[in-house]
């Protein structure tokens, strides 16, 4: 016990073996509790574990200079000068994304000065916050559950017919498109819906497959994380 107090109390210009090993090893486990909460709470069509594993080596990165530069101002210019050199074109899309890589950064430089209590607290923090906000309706706007596509000949169902089908079905729906296919013979629906609680998205193509004549339904689903 009093070795570790005689590590952590260790001043940042005088780094030991030991305290470079405890500062590295924190880095690493908890730039991972980071990284898993991101892999958790991710959202979309585009992961990456290249961008993961960014993270985690990030921190540790971010740890080394920390501890090579201590409390000494010309290490800290010195190394700011030479990352200067370094052009990073990666583009980060997700804002998102983003704020998982610099809350892996603050994982390398907190642990990288010996500040463990932030580190430890702040990990834990924002990893709650993540997946919490993950969990709630917090930020979500889907108003409508799906976009519905479909041909009909004008001589089979009409119109009238198709709006009280899916208002059987749908909280709210609204037409935004309608156009002449095959000469004017066929006309292509576009609606947007909301279905009802107690309907599922089977049940609404199902009823909608009676209709006589219906062509190339189908229903893209909406969410806030899906990339077309």
Known sequence: ???????????????????????LMSAFALSQVVAFTYERTY???????GFVQAMVLSALVAAMLMMAIGDNLARGLGIM?????????????DPRDMVFMFAALAVGLATGVKSYPSA????????????LLQWSPFGRRLRYDGLLRFWLPRKGASGDDVRALLGAHCEHFVLVALRDLAQGETLEYAYQVKLKAQT???????ALETL?????????????HTEI
Request: charged share 15%; hydrophobic share 45%.
């Open 1 to 23: 016990m009093n070795e570790l107090l005689t590590i952590l109390n260790t001043a940042p210009g005088e780094t030991t073996w030991e305290a470079a090993a405890l500062t």
């Open 212 to 224: 006589p004549g219906i062509q190339g339904l189908s229903l893209l689903l909406e969410d806030a």
């Open 200 to 206: 599922t998205h089977e049940k609404l193509v199902a």
């Open 43 to 49: 959202e979309g069509m585009s992961y990456s574990r």
């Open 81 to 93: 000068g030479t990352m200067a050199l370094v052009r990073y074109r990666t583009s980060i899309r």
């Open 120 to 131: 430890l607290f702040g990990t834990l923090s924002f990893c709650g916050a993540a997946f």
